[in-house]
């Protein structure tokens, strides 16, 4: 069945320099003919939790990376806290960075340091503290995300789901306001993916991090998220709370939570 086309979500400000969470406007991002965002409008609000769905390959994680720049839009704006995040030159860009914690999708783990090196590697780079401090921070971090023992290992000696945990032990070593977690519980057990929803929750509440998770995990998104946004076709087709979702009569939200091959988005 061809894909349905959905409206996409209304989310354009007419002063985002005055909007104090993350707005993404008109976001565009391709690659050669490859269309990935196309006016992607998009808002965070300050403290919140906000989880991004959406089918495999639909730019969820390009979506992420634009946000820091890690990734150039190729159009639109992106405004943290009133200030225009496209319009940063490098040094300033650097700064703003600072404020944020990446979980990236794989964990981006550099082979040959390790696991405390790793985790505290950007203190390193953006910190004048001491060799005992910098470890002394990472091994807290490590605790954190159940990873004590591991300190002294390479990433080559540890599971996928313990690399995803010292990913997330480095995303949050410079007690960032903003953490962006792309697939946070893949990988992992049940239970590990849960003491991993709890740890993000409790990073909201005690520390007021500004979020935004991409998940294929429903019950995780239903568990961290104050709100859900879809993406489809490069825009955001839905955005609402967890009970507006779970609730949702919109076709391409329910095939998508309800998990099933039939319905709009088609399978491949
Ligand atoms: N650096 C890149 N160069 C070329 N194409 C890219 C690059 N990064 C992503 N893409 C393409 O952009 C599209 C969206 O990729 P993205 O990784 O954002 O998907 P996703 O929604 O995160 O999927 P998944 O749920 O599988 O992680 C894909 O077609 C991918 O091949
Ligand atoms: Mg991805």
Redesign the pocket.
Known sequence: MAELEFTPVDMRLDDPSTFDGIAVQGVHKS??P?V?LEGCDLLIDKGETLVII??????????L?NIVRL?EPDQGEIWIEGHPVTQLRRRPLMELRKNFGMLF?GAALFDSMTIAENVGLILTEHTNWPLERIRARACECLELVGLVGTEDKLPSALSGGMKKRAGLARAIVMEPQYILY??PTTGLDPITGDAINDLIIKLQQELSVTSIV?T?DMPSAYKVADRMAM?NDGRIIFHGSVDEVRNADHTAVRQFIEGRADGPLGVF
């Open positions: 690659f050669g490859k990935v959406g089918r495999s390959g639909q730019g969820k994680s390009v979506l990376k990734l999708q792309d697939e991409v294929h993406l």
